[in-house]
């Protein structure tokens, strides 16, 4: 509490008071947001009742710029949470706050800070306020661009869990590489090749009296994009040596995945087709957290969210644990001025999602067998 209260202070004094040369042009911005409910019980809904009949959350978010500089903070308040929202919420404070260097070839960060290595196969760290979801790392960024098409990023730190940090520490790395900038005149202007590999750990002890459980998780990725004029194509595969935790029930199978993504567009037509297959990806900074708490990585659903409200009161949530995924999607636009189209053209979108289980055997309480690629016979949604 005693660094929150001083970090405040001095973005304070910065944005004031301090007039050294190298922040004298320096601006303060930020903004602030608060929702607020009121309840009443309601027996035919099962709405339940609230004693304290009002609760809100809000949110003030503080980030003052100077030269190369930038400080941030962003106080929280859930007083008391919203229905909905993990009642591990309630209280007030500053979880997040930041300074960060930058200039053309290097960035740094310590404090708190949100990153995404790839699609999030191994690694995604965000917030989401409408689920209440923030696992925002607390330590150390450092983004280096040594030449032109390279960029390579190292994090370190542990994850936010509510009001506190979970056990594990985080630690990873990632390059990416788009070869047209990289190679120049040496690469056609017809073909765009994008690169990149990311690896992540997280080191936590073991007290279990009972399992060997290893201390240390390595999960690493490659990808590979390719842009040809009206083509897209891009491919991510994961790999994660073993990680006996509460969502895989002690499973000590190794986990993969693989994300394809095809897409083509042309005069008004547009076509879209991902697939995804999973096994044993649920990764977290805690093996003994569940639900939404401490997720390590992203898996990138392959259902369409829908805005109507019957479609998308059944949303599907993404298996990482073992799941085949396949979306298509064929967008094409009727002409304007003419029968079919109307005066101003009409857009017609067709999508189709299903997923299904993997083709796995069981070997013993703690193993399986498990076909890359393989598809199982169960159907957990189609749309």
Do not use: C
């Amino acid at each position: 509490m005693i660094k929150k209260i001083l970090f405040l202070g001095i973005v304070t004094i910065l944005s004031s008071q301090f007039r050294l040369s190298a922040f004298q042009d320096g601006n303060l911005s930020g903004n602030v947001s608060i929702e607020a409910q009121s309840y009443k019980a309601d027996s035919t809904i099962g709405a339940p009742k609230v004693d304290e009949q009002i609760l809100s959350n809000a949110y003030l978010n503080l980030i003052y710029r100077a030269s190369n500089y930038e400080f941030g903070i962003r106080y929280e308040s859930y007083l008391n949470p919203l229905l909905g929202y993990d009642q591990r919420l309630k209280g007030q404070g500053i979880p997040y706050r930041y300074a960060s260097y930058y200039n053309e070839f290097a960035d740094f960060t310590v404090g708190n800070f949100y990153e995404q290595f790839g699609s999030g196969l191994i690694f995604r760290a965000y917030e989401e306020k409408s689920l209440g979801f923030d696992n925002a790392v607390d330590g150390v960024r450092i983004r280096l661009r040594p030449t032109n098409g390279v960029e390579v990023t190292g994090i370190l730190g542990k994850q936010r869990l509510f009001w506190d940090q979970g056990p594990g520490l985080i630690r990873g790395g990632n390059i990416d590489v788009n070869l047209n900038s990289l190679l120049g005149n040496l690469m056609s202007d017809d073909i765009g090749i994008n690169l990149g590999g990311s690896v992540v750990s997280k080191f936590q002890d073991d007290f279990d009296p009972k399992y060997n459980l290893p201390e240390n998780v390595l999960a690493y990725s490659t990808r590979l994009g390719i842009v040809l004029e009206d083509i897209n194509f891009d491919a991510e595969y994961a790999y994660k040596y073993n990680d006996p935790n509460a969502t895989n029930k002690l499973n000590y199978n190794p986990g993969k995945g693989l994300i394809l993504t095809g897409s083509y567009t042309n005069s008004g037509i547009g076509l879209l087709v991902s697939t995804h297959w999973l096994d044993n990806m649920d990764f977290r900074g805690d093996r003994n957290a569940r639900a939404n708490e401490l997720n390590i990585n992203f898996i990138p659903p392959l259902t369409k969210q829908h805005t109507y409200a019957l479609a998308a009161m059944y949303p599907f949530a993404t298996k990482p644990n073992g799941e085949f995924g396949l979306q298509s999607e064929l967008t094409f636009e009727l002409p304007s001025n003419t029968l079919i189209g109307g005066d101003y053209g009409t857009n017609i979108n067709v999508s189709y999602s299903m997923i299904k289980s993997i083709d796995t055997t069981r070997i013993d309480q703690f193993t399986y067998n498990s076909k890359f690629f393989g598809i199982g016979d169960r159907l957990y949604f189609q749309d």
